[in-house]
């Protein structure tokens, strides 16, 4: 073995040591919720001097890394943090990213990452089997659910564009208005255009309502798309995936699953009818780095025929024309190349742990946003906006202002008590309580919302 950095970049085993150590305390010791976002000008004070000709060393790197870097970043895995999406890596999962960093593998290619890329697909399989689908399905992690959502849609146009006998003017993707903002971005860097689908009361779209879109539009045949939610990002909600399959079956529209949040639920046996249709999906992404114990950033996108995202995906060089496509590389399914080997710190935590223990926790978060709804319609002082599809919960208290109820966010957030953040939801501002991690107490959430009286 040769060591990396001999000569120029001398090896320091101590500074190994000492960064491997504060790695190990800060897995063993937990997350320090007091942490928080700070001035630009302040942080750039503190980091002065960093890059220099001649460095500062790593120790003193480490130092700065340690008492000024992470203490101005969130801590997303803390169990009071109910904002936006959180985390909630299990130590497993987060050890092993270290790991997979050491090995260094450029998981693009079979040729370079075969090991890697055979375990990443093990728990891609995991998950595919979990939706009902065949065998040959499969995909790539990537960065996210925008760039999962992203890559997945272009896969469609092109599905279309090959399929279909005549182009319109302008390719078009149908959604609900519930669909995460990725979509929306999507649509403006694929330059199509977006049909919006009406949902009911909480925003769900169903079958019916994507047929009466179509029916009432000019050119229908210009969809090729409809992206479904499985926990859309604000409240939730899960639309009819089994009537909306129905449609794109009779119009020939490639149906994409955001389940970027939500499809976590696939894990749990309580959520199977729910999701009912799921098999009949052609593509989903669902985030680890959510609701799935890895840290990020890790997104799963599969695809029912990867055929079709190769098709879209595959990048062809005189340097690359010596890669053998009789393979599985994940740079054929997504807008990357290079690419680490992200899937891994899931795979590890998952062989670690076993999948039972998978879908006790997510029961569990489940059984947290249940329990909290249950306090939040006891309480005279509070109303819920509406009946959780999965573990968000939105809720409002009558008699309060937005000032009052950003004062109250902010508070809680510069105490270390919890992180809640208001969202806006049909023109109001509400609160809204997000649920992933199993270690979250909800008694000590509904102490938390009884500051609200
Ligand atoms: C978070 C989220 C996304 C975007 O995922 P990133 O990993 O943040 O890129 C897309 N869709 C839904 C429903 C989400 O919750």
């Keep these: 073995m040769t060591r990396n950095g001999d000569g120029f970049f001398p090896v320091d085993e101590l500074l190994i040591d000492?960064?491997?150590?504060?790695?190990?305390?800060?897995?063993?010791?937990?997350?320090?919720?007091?942490?928080?976002?700070?001035?630009?000008?302040?942080?750039?004070?503190?980091?002065?001097?960093?890059?220099?000709?001649?460095?500062?060393g790593g120790h003193e790197a480490l130092r700065?890394?340690?008492?000024?870097?992470v203490p101005a970043t969130r801590a997303m895995g803390e169990s009071m943090n109910l904002a936006y999406v959180p985390a909630a890596p299990t130590a497993a999962a987060l050890t092993f990213d270290l790991a997979v960093s050491s090995a260094q593998i450029m998981g693009a290619l079979w040729e370079t990452g075969a090991g890697a890329i055979a375990a990443e697909n093990q728990a891609l399989r995991w998950l595919t089997a979990l939706a009902g689908w065949p065998e040959e399905s499969g995909g790539v992690f990537v960065?996210?659910?925008?760039?999962?959502?992203?890559?997945?849609?272009?896969?469609?146009?092109?599905?279309?564009?090959?399929?279909?006998?005549?182009?319109?003017?302008?390719?078009?993707?149908?959604?609900?208005?519930?669909?995460h903002s990725s979509i929306a971005a999507a649509a403006r860097v694929m330059d199509v255009d977006v049909l919006w689908v009406d949902g009911d009361d909480a925003g769900r779209i169903d079958g019916p309502a994507l047929a009466a879109a179509l029916a009432a539009d000019g050119d229908p045949a210009s969809v090729v798309a409809v992206v479904a939610n499985v926990g859309a990002t604000n409240?939730?909600?899960?639309?009819?995936?089994?009537?909306?399959?129905?449609?794109?079956?009779?119009?020939?529209?490639?149906?994409?699953?955001?389940?970027?949040?939500?499809?976590?639920?696939?894990?749990?046996p309580s959520m199977r009818e729910r999701l009912r249709g799921i098999e009949r999906a052609d593509s989903f992404v669902v985030d680890p780095h959510k609701w799935l114990f890895a840290p990020y950033d890790c997104c799963a996108l599969v695809y029912r025929d990867p055929v079709a995202a190769r098709a879209a995906h595959s990048q062809h060089a005189g340097y690359l024309e010596h890669v053998d496509r009789e393979v599985w590389n994940p740079s054929d399914h997504a807008i990357q190349l290079s690419r680490r080997a992200r899937g891994l710190p899931l795979w590890f935590s998952l062989a670690t742990h076993g999948t039972d223990r998978y879908a006790a926790a997510i029961e569990h978060v489940l059984s947290i946003a249940h329990s909290v709804t249950d306090g939040i319609r006891e309480r005279e002082h509070l109303e819920l906006v509406l009946e959780p599809d999965l573990s968000i919960v939105l809720f409002r208290r009558p008699g309060w202002s937005e000032?009052?109820?950003?004062?109250?966010?902010?508070?809680?957030?510069?105490?270390?008590?919890?992180?809640?953040?208001?969202?806006?939801?049909?023109?109001?501002?509400?609160?809204?309580?997000?649920?992933?991690?199993?270690?979250?107490?909800?008694?000590?959430?509904?102490?938390?919302?009884?500051?609200?009286?």
């Design 403 to 453: 000032e009052q109820m950003l004062a109250w966010s902010d508070e809680h957030a510069r105490l270390g008590t919890a992180l809640v953040v208001p969202t806006r939801w049909n023109d109001e501002l509400v609160f809204r309580l997000c649920f992933v991690n199993p270690a979250t107490d909800p008694a000590r959430v509904l102490r938390l919302l009884d500051t609200l009286l």
């Design 64 to 69: 700065r890394w340690a008492h000024t870097i």
């Design 143 to 179: 960065q996210g659910g925008t760039v999962g959502n992203l890559s997945a849609l272009v896969a469609a146009r092109e599905r279309a564009r090959a399929r279909r006998g005549s182009q319109p003017n302008r390719w078009r993707i149908a959604a609900g208005e519930a669909a």
């Design 235 to 268: 409240a939730g909600i899960i639309d009819r995936l089994d009537s909306l399959a129905d449609v794109c079956e009779a119009h020939d529209l490639w149906l994409h699953v955001d389940g970027a949040y939500g499809l976590a639920s696939l894990v749990a």
């Design 18 to 56: 000492a960064v491997i150590d504060w790695s190990y305390r800060r897995i063993v010791g937990g997350e320090d919720p007091m942490t928080g976002a700070r001035p630009a000008s302040e942080l750039a004070a503190a980091l002065d001097g960093a890059i220099s000709p001649e460095g500062i």
